[in-house]
């Protein structure tokens, strides 16, 4: 698992790549774009900056079916936590789909397995009680700033861009957006804004229960000078 979230990690980065270039030609149809020359890569390098990779600073909407509860509507399918594992979302082909899916899929193995432990707990357990412990672990995972971590940690793997983490600056609750202007100062000129919205996990089986995880996430990209949206997705 380790090794395809490296994947997934390193070929994100060559896919964004390839949907900004999409977005800002603005050829939204086209489905295989070409690769970048050095020339377009550096002339979009210049037009973004450094982009600041900013985190929304609230909890997303939580749902999780524990064991002896009825089942989640909609709630995306996957394989057990100690297996493969699958986020439901890009439905099409499209560059700008599979750059958003890698995004998501980075924190997924840190994030099962952390919950997971909590869902496996001792078999003498009520219900309840493991359900408490559930929402402990969702809660101390900091689900918002893993997502912008484990993205920053990618893309300095593969510097094609140049990324920073910025502490404190995203959304401070859903719906409210955020003022990115201050962040020119600091030498930001794009920010990329990831917003994990909700949560879901599903638990079949009594004891030491297979896990599904359903995750919906948000990705914008941002002018920091006058908060004009460039870019966006969500899955």
């Known amino acids: 698992m380790r090794r395809q979230l490296r994947r997934f990690a390193g070929g994100f980065i060559v896919l964004l790549s390839l949907s900004l270039i999409v977005s800002f030609s603005g050829c939204a149809g086209v489905t295989t774009p070409a690769l970048m020359t050095q020339n377009e890569a550096d002339a979009l390098n210049a037009r ?9 600073g609230f909890l997303p909407k939580t749902y999780l079916k524990t064991p002896a509860k009825g089942a989640l509507a909609g709630m995306g399918k996957g394989a057990g936590a100690g ?17 958003l899916l890698g995004v998501a899929l980075l924190p997924v193995g840190a994030t099962v397995g952390a919950v997971a432990g909590a869902v496996m707990a001792d078999s003498a357990k009520d219900v309840n009680d493991r359900e408490t412990a559930i929402r402990a672990s969702v809660s101390e995972l900091k689900m918002q700033e893993a997502m912008r971590d484990k993205f920053v940690g990618g893309a300095t793997a593969v510097p094609i861009f140049k990324f920073a983490s910025v502490e ?22 794009t920010v990329q804004e990831m917003t994990v919205e909700e949560f879901g996990l ?3 089986g ?10 919906k996430l948000k990705v914008r990209l941002v002018n920091a000078a006058d908060n004009k949206e460039l870019f966006s997705r969500a899955f």
Not at 49 to 54: K, L
Not at 168 to 186: C, F, H, I, N, Q
């Open 48 to 56: 973004l900056g450094t982009i600041g990779v900013v985190s929304a």
């Open 202 to 204: 599903d638990g079949k």
């Open 206 to 215: 009594e004891i030491q229960p297979d896990l599904s995880m359903y995750m």
């Open 83 to 99: 297996g493969s594992m699958m986020l439901e979302g890009a439905k099409d082909s499209t560059s700008a789909g599979a750059a």
């Open 168 to 189: 404190g600056s995203g959304p401070a609750s859903a719906g409210a957006p955020a003022d990115y202007r201050p962040l020119v100062e600091k030498g930001v000129k």
